[in-house]
T-cell receptor
Framework: AQSVTQLDSQVPVFEEAPVELRCNYSSSVSVYLFWYVQYPNQGLQLLLKYLSGSTLVKGINGFEAEFNKSQTSFHLRKPSVHISDTAEYFC????????????FGTGTRLTIIP | ETGVTQSPTHLIKTRGQQVTLRCSSQ?????VSWYQQALGQGPQFIFQ???????GRGNFPPRFSGLQFPNYSSELNVNALELDDSALYLC???????????FGSGTRLTVV
């Protein structure tokens, strides 16, 4: 079975500052990794995904994440945040083949301070 | 291309009642999954359908059931509603060779 730990439930950041949202996973098999964003009263939007290959993955809205197999981490980063980045961010993992179910972390609420 | 559409957007039901939630998957997608997201929590996997057959189930009781139709749209049915069933229900679709899911905006179910 897979599990995901998002170490920070809330992260306040000043506008235009960099941010890192942390995600660690546990799995006995190879995995696919995902980051989703959820704006208030909306569904989930895919930010980026790691399937294989380059460990640095670039996504939408200027976000990127780095897969670190030895540390079983997939941290999300953005060099300069904007007010519009205020949202809930979820890290998710699935087994590394087919269309397996997603196992989500509990989420990190990113709040941008003007 | 159309995305994933869920209906209704909001619903209020009384404890003990039954509810049906609907989902139209993205064009070309043949796999549909349902997730329950309680307030302040991450989504929890309920079950998945592939070509009209259940293809995996999470830790939910049998009163949670589903269907997938030939056009790959789907329904989630919940019988004997309990207060703890109050949550956002998310539908997600995917297709052969596609890694990852497209999510709908969800149905907010309130059980009173």
């Amino acid at each position: 079975a897979q599990s995901v730990t998002q170490l920070d439930s809330q992260v306040p950041v000043f506008e235009e500052a960099p941010v890192e949202l942390r995600c660690n996973y546990s799995s006995s098999v190879s995995v696919y990794l995902f980051w989703y964003v959820q704006y208030p009263n909306q569904g989930l939007q895919l930010l980026l995904k790691y399937l294989s290959g380059s460990t640095l993955v670039k996504g939408i809205n200027g976000f990127e994440a780095e897969f670190n197999k030895s540390q079983t981490s997939f941290h999300l980063r953005k060099p300069s945040v904007h007010i519009s980045d205020t949202a809930e961010y979820f890290c998710a993992v699935s087994r590394g083949f087919g269309n397996e179910k997603l196992t989500f972390g509990t989420g990190t609420r990113l709040t941008i301070i003007p | 291309e159309t995305g994933v559409t869920q209906s209704p957007t909001h619903l209020i039901k009384t404890r003990g009642q039954q509810v049906t939630l609907r989902c139209s998957s993205q064009s070309g997608h043949n796999t549909v999954s349902w997730y329950q997201q309680a307030l302040g929590q991450g989504p929890q996997f309920i079950f998945q359908y592939y070509r009209e057959e259940e293809n995996g189930r999470g830790n939910f009781p049998p009163r949670f059931s589903g269907l997938q139709f030939p056009n790959y749209s789907s329904e989630l049915n919940v019988n004997a509603l309990e207060l703890d069933d109050s949550a956002l229900y998310l539908c997600a679709s995917s297709g052969t060779g596609i890694k990852g899911y497209t999510f709908g905006s969800g149905t907010r179910l309130t059980v009173v």
